[in-house]
Protein backbone atom coordinates (compact mmCIF):
# COMPACT_ATOMS: atom_id res chain seq x y z
CA UNK A 1 0.00 0.00 0.00
CA UNK A 2 1.86 3.03 -0.95
CA UNK A 3 1.02 6.70 -0.11
CA UNK A 4 1.12 10.06 -2.15
CA UNK A 5 4.19 11.56 -0.15
CA UNK A 6 1.84 13.17 2.73
CA UNK A 7 0.28 9.93 4.45
CA UNK A 8 -2.22 9.50 2.04
CA UNK A 9 -3.26 7.21 -0.43
CA UNK A 10 -5.11 9.73 -2.38
CA UNK A 11 -5.63 12.79 -0.43
CA UNK A 12 -9.24 12.67 -1.39
CA UNK A 13 -11.70 14.77 1.03
CA UNK A 14 -13.49 11.52 2.24
CA UNK A 15 -10.29 9.99 2.75
CA UNK A 16 -8.97 12.96 5.27
CA UNK A 17 -12.25 13.17 6.39
CA UNK A 18 -11.86 9.40 8.04
CA UNK A 19 -8.43 9.35 8.89
CA UNK A 20 -8.61 12.17 10.73
CA UNK A 21 -11.45 10.90 13.05
CA UNK A 22 -14.55 12.31 12.05
CA UNK A 23 -18.12 10.55 11.70
CA UNK A 24 -18.39 10.52 8.06
CA UNK A 25 -21.72 11.11 5.45
CA UNK A 26 -21.86 10.58 2.00
CA UNK A 27 -24.88 11.10 0.17
CA UNK A 28 -26.24 9.69 -3.43
CA UNK A 29 -26.42 11.40 -6.31
CA UNK A 30 -29.11 9.40 -9.73
CA UNK A 31 -28.19 10.87 -13.14
CA UNK A 32 -30.79 11.21 -14.90
CA UNK A 33 -32.11 9.04 -17.94
CA UNK A 34 -31.23 12.03 -20.19
CA UNK A 35 -28.09 14.04 -21.64
CA UNK A 36 -29.57 16.64 -19.61
CA UNK A 37 -26.42 18.32 -17.08
CA UNK A 38 -28.63 20.63 -15.18
CA UNK A 39 -29.86 17.81 -13.00
CA UNK A 40 -27.19 17.12 -11.39
CA UNK A 41 -26.27 20.48 -11.33
CA UNK A 42 -29.37 21.04 -8.99
CA UNK A 43 -29.17 17.81 -7.35
CA UNK A 44 -24.99 18.84 -6.27
CA UNK A 45 -26.54 22.19 -5.20
CA UNK A 46 -28.58 20.23 -2.14
CA UNK A 47 -25.77 18.26 -1.48
CA UNK A 48 -22.88 20.78 -1.17
CA UNK A 49 -21.89 21.01 2.28
CA UNK A 50 -24.00 18.25 3.76
CA UNK A 51 -21.64 15.24 2.30
CA UNK A 52 -17.85 14.53 2.66
CA UNK A 53 -18.38 12.90 -0.63
CA UNK A 54 -21.40 11.96 -2.73
CA UNK A 55 -21.97 8.45 -4.75
CA UNK A 56 -22.89 8.91 -8.31
CA UNK A 57 -24.68 5.79 -8.95
CA UNK A 58 -23.73 3.86 -12.45
CA UNK A 59 -26.94 2.82 -14.05
CA UNK A 60 -29.05 1.68 -10.79
CA UNK A 61 -31.31 -1.05 -11.13
CA UNK A 62 -29.86 -1.88 -14.67
CA UNK A 63 -31.77 1.14 -16.29
CA UNK A 64 -29.79 3.70 -18.88
CA UNK A 65 -28.70 6.53 -17.25
CA UNK A 66 -26.38 9.33 -17.64
CA UNK A 67 -22.84 7.63 -16.96
CA UNK A 68 -21.48 7.87 -13.74
CA UNK A 69 -18.44 9.51 -14.65
CA UNK A 70 -20.02 12.13 -17.45
CA UNK A 71 -22.15 13.15 -14.33
CA UNK A 72 -18.84 12.61 -11.91
CA UNK A 73 -17.17 15.77 -14.16
CA UNK A 74 -19.86 17.67 -13.68
CA UNK A 75 -20.36 16.96 -9.74
CA UNK A 76 -16.31 18.13 -9.83
CA UNK A 77 -17.40 21.38 -11.44
CA UNK A 78 -19.80 21.74 -9.31
CA UNK A 79 -17.06 21.72 -6.20
CA UNK A 80 -18.75 17.95 -4.87
CA UNK A 81 -16.24 15.22 -4.42
CA UNK A 82 -17.66 12.21 -5.81
CA UNK A 83 -17.36 8.84 -5.11
CA UNK A 84 -17.70 7.16 -8.64
CA UNK A 85 -19.71 3.70 -8.84
CA UNK A 86 -18.65 1.23 -11.21
CA UNK A 87 -20.13 -1.93 -12.12
CA UNK A 88 -18.78 -5.24 -13.49
CA UNK A 89 -22.01 -5.90 -15.21
CA UNK A 90 -21.50 -3.62 -18.39
CA UNK A 91 -17.64 -4.09 -18.84
CA UNK A 92 -14.61 -6.36 -19.58
CA UNK A 93 -11.27 -5.59 -18.01
CA UNK A 94 -10.38 -3.55 -21.29
CA UNK A 95 -13.17 -0.91 -20.78
CA UNK A 96 -12.97 -1.21 -16.73
CA UNK A 97 -9.26 0.11 -16.68
CA UNK A 98 -10.01 2.45 -19.53
CA UNK A 99 -13.21 4.17 -17.71
CA UNK A 100 -10.62 4.32 -14.34
CA UNK A 101 -7.26 6.28 -16.54
CA UNK A 102 -10.37 8.37 -17.44
CA UNK A 103 -11.87 9.10 -14.81
CA UNK A 104 -8.99 9.71 -12.48
CA UNK A 105 -7.73 12.82 -15.37
CA UNK A 106 -10.68 13.97 -14.96
CA UNK A 107 -10.54 14.88 -11.26
CA UNK A 108 -12.38 11.27 -9.50
CA UNK A 109 -10.71 10.13 -6.47
CA UNK A 110 -12.96 7.97 -4.65
CA UNK A 111 -14.19 4.85 -6.28
CA UNK A 112 -17.13 2.31 -5.12
CA UNK A 113 -16.41 -1.16 -6.86
CA UNK A 114 -19.61 -3.05 -7.55
CA UNK A 115 -21.13 -6.10 -9.21
CA UNK A 116 -24.07 -4.51 -10.70
CA UNK A 117 -27.59 -5.13 -10.47
CA UNK A 118 -29.01 -8.11 -13.60
CA UNK A 119 -30.39 -6.48 -16.85
CA UNK A 120 -33.18 -8.65 -16.38
CA UNK A 121 -34.22 -5.92 -13.68
CA UNK A 122 -33.76 -3.07 -15.86
CA UNK A 123 -35.31 -1.41 -18.85
CA UNK A 124 -33.40 -3.83 -21.70
CA UNK A 125 -33.63 -6.89 -19.87
CA UNK A 126 -32.26 -8.95 -23.28
CA UNK A 127 -28.54 -6.93 -23.18
CA UNK A 128 -25.96 -8.96 -22.72
CA UNK A 129 -23.81 -9.30 -19.53
CA UNK A 130 -20.25 -8.77 -19.06
CA UNK A 131 -19.15 -9.84 -15.95
CA UNK A 132 -15.70 -10.06 -17.12
CA UNK A 133 -14.78 -9.54 -13.18
CA UNK A 134 -16.17 -9.73 -10.28
CA UNK A 135 -16.16 -6.73 -7.45
CA UNK A 136 -13.69 -8.54 -5.38
CA UNK A 137 -11.49 -8.67 -8.48
CA UNK A 138 -12.09 -5.02 -9.20
CA UNK A 139 -11.23 -3.93 -5.98
CA UNK A 140 -8.12 -5.85 -6.35
CA UNK A 141 -7.36 -4.62 -9.90
CA UNK A 142 -8.03 -0.56 -9.15
CA UNK A 143 -5.49 -1.61 -5.86
CA UNK A 144 -2.91 -2.79 -7.82
CA UNK A 145 -3.12 -0.13 -10.54
CA UNK A 146 -2.90 2.45 -7.71
CA UNK A 147 0.17 0.47 -5.42
CA UNK A 148 1.72 -1.46 -8.26
CA UNK A 149 1.30 1.12 -11.18
CA UNK A 150 0.43 -2.02 -13.31
CA UNK A 151 -2.35 -2.99 -15.41
CA UNK A 152 -4.32 -5.65 -14.88
CA UNK A 153 -2.46 -8.09 -16.75
CA UNK A 154 0.63 -7.13 -15.61
CA UNK A 155 1.82 -4.10 -18.33
CA UNK A 156 3.33 -1.13 -16.14
CA UNK A 157 1.91 2.52 -16.84
CA UNK A 158 3.56 4.84 -19.62
CA UNK A 159 3.03 7.86 -17.25
CA UNK A 160 1.03 8.71 -14.07
CA UNK A 161 -1.28 5.78 -12.36
CA UNK A 162 -4.86 6.12 -11.22
CA UNK A 163 -5.10 6.81 -7.51
CA UNK A 164 -8.63 5.64 -5.96
CA UNK A 165 -9.18 5.95 -2.13
CA UNK A 166 -11.19 2.12 -3.11
CA UNK A 167 -14.57 1.31 -1.63
CA UNK A 168 -16.79 -1.85 -1.70
CA UNK A 169 -20.68 -2.62 -0.84
CA UNK A 170 -21.64 -4.79 2.36
CA UNK A 171 -25.18 -6.18 2.60
CA UNK A 172 -25.22 -7.46 6.30
CA UNK A 173 -28.67 -9.32 6.29
CA UNK A 174 -28.75 -11.15 2.89
CA UNK A 175 -28.37 -14.96 2.67
CA UNK A 176 -26.73 -16.71 3.49
CA UNK A 177 -26.56 -14.57 6.55
CA UNK A 178 -23.41 -16.41 8.40
CA UNK A 179 -21.46 -15.95 5.52
CA UNK A 180 -21.73 -12.07 5.62
CA UNK A 181 -18.85 -10.57 7.97
CA UNK A 182 -16.67 -13.11 5.86
CA UNK A 183 -17.68 -11.99 2.51
CA UNK A 184 -16.77 -8.21 3.88
CA UNK A 185 -13.26 -9.85 4.96
CA UNK A 186 -12.69 -10.51 1.68
CA UNK A 187 -13.47 -7.84 0.45
CA UNK A 188 -11.16 -6.05 2.64
CA UNK A 189 -8.39 -8.11 2.15
CA UNK A 190 -8.70 -7.40 -1.77
CA UNK A 191 -8.27 -4.02 -0.64
CA UNK A 192 -11.41 -2.24 -0.17
CA UNK A 193 -10.51 1.25 2.34
CA UNK A 194 -14.00 2.10 2.82
CA UNK A 195 -17.10 -0.16 3.15
CA UNK A 196 -21.02 1.23 2.24
CA UNK A 197 -23.32 -1.12 3.16
CA UNK A 198 -26.89 -1.27 2.38
CA UNK A 199 -29.96 0.22 4.32
CA UNK A 200 -29.86 -0.53 7.99
CA UNK A 201 -33.40 0.00 9.62
CA UNK A 202 -33.02 -2.70 12.29
CA UNK A 203 -30.58 -1.94 14.44
CA UNK A 204 -30.34 -5.24 16.98
CA UNK A 205 -29.71 -7.32 13.78
CA UNK A 206 -26.50 -4.58 12.72
CA UNK A 207 -25.20 -4.48 15.99
CA UNK A 208 -25.30 -8.26 16.07
CA UNK A 209 -23.30 -8.14 12.38
CA UNK A 210 -20.73 -5.67 13.61
CA UNK A 211 -19.89 -7.87 16.36
CA UNK A 212 -18.75 -10.64 14.17
CA UNK A 213 -16.93 -7.92 12.23
CA UNK A 214 -15.42 -6.78 15.49
CA UNK A 215 -14.31 -10.34 16.04
CA UNK A 216 -13.00 -11.04 12.68
CA UNK A 217 -10.27 -7.38 13.12
CA UNK A 218 -12.16 -5.96 9.91
CA UNK A 219 -13.19 -2.66 11.77
CA UNK A 220 -9.86 -2.11 12.34
CA UNK A 221 -8.57 -2.59 8.74
CA UNK A 222 -11.07 -0.64 6.96
CA UNK A 223 -13.85 2.50 7.53
CA UNK A 224 -17.52 0.77 7.40
CA UNK A 225 -20.01 3.23 6.52
CA UNK A 226 -23.48 2.17 7.54
CA UNK A 227 -25.95 2.92 4.74
CA UNK A 228 -29.43 4.72 5.89
CA UNK A 229 -32.59 5.92 3.73
CA UNK A 230 -35.51 8.27 4.78
CA UNK A 231 -38.62 6.40 4.24
CA UNK A 232 -41.08 8.22 2.38
CA UNK A 233 -44.56 6.09 3.76
CA UNK A 234 -45.37 3.04 5.68
CA UNK A 235 -46.33 1.77 1.63
CA UNK A 236 -42.66 2.22 0.41
CA UNK A 237 -41.71 0.59 4.53
CA UNK A 238 -43.65 -2.37 3.59
CA UNK A 239 -42.78 -2.62 0.09
CA UNK A 240 -39.34 -2.90 1.14
CA UNK A 241 -39.79 -5.39 3.84
CA UNK A 242 -41.44 -7.79 1.58
CA UNK A 243 -39.78 -7.47 -1.54
CA UNK A 244 -36.01 -6.26 -1.33
CA UNK A 245 -33.63 -8.95 -0.54
CA UNK A 246 -31.30 -8.38 2.20
CA UNK A 247 -33.67 -5.25 3.85
CA UNK A 248 -34.88 -5.59 7.43
CA UNK A 249 -37.57 -3.35 8.32
CA UNK A 250 -38.78 -3.71 12.26
CA UNK A 251 -42.95 -3.89 12.56
CA UNK A 252 -42.50 -1.15 15.11
CA UNK A 253 -40.84 1.52 12.25
CA UNK A 254 -44.09 0.44 10.20
CA UNK A 255 -46.66 0.71 12.89
CA UNK A 256 -44.46 4.34 13.77
CA UNK A 257 -45.71 5.49 10.12
CA UNK A 258 -48.99 4.56 10.13
CA UNK A 259 -49.91 6.63 13.17
CA UNK A 260 -48.38 9.56 11.95
CA UNK A 261 -50.93 8.66 8.95
CA UNK A 262 -53.85 7.73 11.79
CA UNK A 263 -55.96 11.07 11.43
CA UNK A 264 -56.46 10.42 7.69
CA UNK A 265 -57.17 7.01 7.65
CA UNK A 266 -60.44 6.99 8.01
CA UNK A 267 -61.31 8.43 4.48
CA UNK A 268 -61.42 6.62 1.41
CA UNK A 269 -59.40 6.87 -1.02
CA UNK A 270 -62.31 9.22 -2.92
CA UNK A 271 -62.68 11.20 0.28
CA UNK A 272 -59.11 12.75 0.56
CA UNK A 273 -58.54 15.85 -1.09
CA UNK A 274 -55.26 17.46 -2.63
CA UNK A 275 -54.72 19.42 0.75
CA UNK A 276 -55.31 15.78 2.59
CA UNK A 277 -52.86 13.91 0.62
CA UNK A 278 -50.26 17.06 0.91
CA UNK A 279 -50.79 17.10 4.04
CA UNK A 280 -50.61 12.91 5.02
CA UNK A 281 -47.64 13.23 2.54
CA UNK A 282 -45.76 15.81 4.36
CA UNK A 283 -46.43 14.43 7.75
CA UNK A 284 -44.97 10.88 6.19
CA UNK A 285 -41.76 12.76 5.14
CA UNK A 286 -41.20 14.70 8.19
CA UNK A 287 -41.99 11.08 10.49
CA UNK A 288 -39.33 9.36 8.20
CA UNK A 289 -36.08 11.91 8.09
CA UNK A 290 -36.77 12.02 11.92
CA UNK A 291 -36.69 7.90 11.85
CA UNK A 292 -33.21 8.23 9.61
CA UNK A 293 -31.63 10.98 12.50
CA UNK A 294 -32.23 8.87 15.03
CA UNK A 295 -30.91 5.83 13.25
CA UNK A 296 -27.62 7.70 12.91
CA UNK A 297 -27.40 8.80 16.28
CA UNK A 298 -27.76 4.54 17.46
CA UNK A 299 -25.55 3.65 14.99
CA UNK A 300 -23.02 6.35 15.94
CA UNK A 301 -22.53 4.27 19.74
CA UNK A 302 -21.69 0.59 17.57
CA UNK A 303 -18.06 0.30 17.70
CA UNK A 304 -16.67 -0.16 14.24
CA UNK A 305 -18.81 2.22 12.29
CA UNK A 306 -17.22 5.32 10.74
CA UNK A 307 -19.62 7.33 9.30
CA UNK A 308 -23.46 6.75 7.26
CA UNK A 309 -23.97 7.02 3.62
CA UNK A 310 -27.40 8.76 3.23
CA UNK A 311 -29.15 7.00 0.36
CA UNK A 312 -32.20 9.85 -0.76
CA UNK A 313 -32.40 9.03 -4.32
CA UNK A 314 -34.63 10.96 -6.21
CA UNK A 315 -35.36 13.20 -2.57
CA UNK A 316 -32.00 14.51 -1.98
CA UNK A 317 -33.48 17.57 -0.35
CA UNK A 318 -33.82 15.40 2.81
CA UNK A 319 -30.15 15.47 3.66
CA UNK A 320 -30.16 18.77 4.57
CA UNK A 321 -32.18 18.14 7.54
CA UNK A 322 -30.83 14.94 8.37
CA UNK A 323 -27.86 15.74 8.65
CA UNK A 324 -28.58 19.09 10.79
CA UNK A 325 -30.96 16.94 12.93
CA UNK A 326 -27.95 14.30 13.47
CA UNK A 327 -25.67 16.86 14.92
CA UNK A 328 -23.19 16.32 12.30
CA UNK A 329 -23.50 19.67 10.67
CA UNK A 330 -21.19 21.75 9.39
CA UNK A 331 -19.07 19.19 8.08
CA UNK A 332 -15.56 19.06 8.85
CA UNK A 333 -12.21 20.76 6.73
CA UNK A 334 -9.21 18.39 7.13
CA UNK A 335 -6.00 20.35 5.64
CA UNK A 336 -3.35 18.52 8.03
CA UNK A 337 -1.56 15.57 6.53
CA UNK A 338 -1.96 12.12 8.37
CA UNK A 339 0.77 12.69 11.24
CA UNK A 340 3.76 10.23 10.69
CA UNK A 341 5.19 7.53 12.76
CA UNK A 342 8.14 8.45 14.49
Known sequence: MTTNGNGYLVGSNLEKVLRAGHFAVTGELGPPQSADPEVIRKKAALLRGYC????????QTAIVRMSSIGAGAIVVQEGLEPVIQMTCRDRNRLAIQSDL?????????????LTGDHQTFG????????????SIQLVQTVTAMRDSKVFQCGDAF????????VGAAAAP???PLEFRPYRLAKKVKAGANFIQTQLI???????AFMEKVRKLGVHEQTFILAGVGPLKGPAMAKYMKDNVPGILIPDGLIERMNRVGAPWAGKSKDELTKEDKKARSEAWQAEGIQITIELIQQLRQ???????????????E????????AGLYPRPVVTDPVPQPA
Open 52 to 59: DAVNITDN
Open 101 to 113: LGAFALGMRNLLC
Open 123 to 134: NHPNAKNVFDMD
Open 158 to 165: KGPEPRFF
Open 173 to 175: FAD
Open 201 to 207: YDIEAFQ
Open 302 to 316: IEGVAGVHIMAIEWE
Open 318 to 325: AVKPIVEG
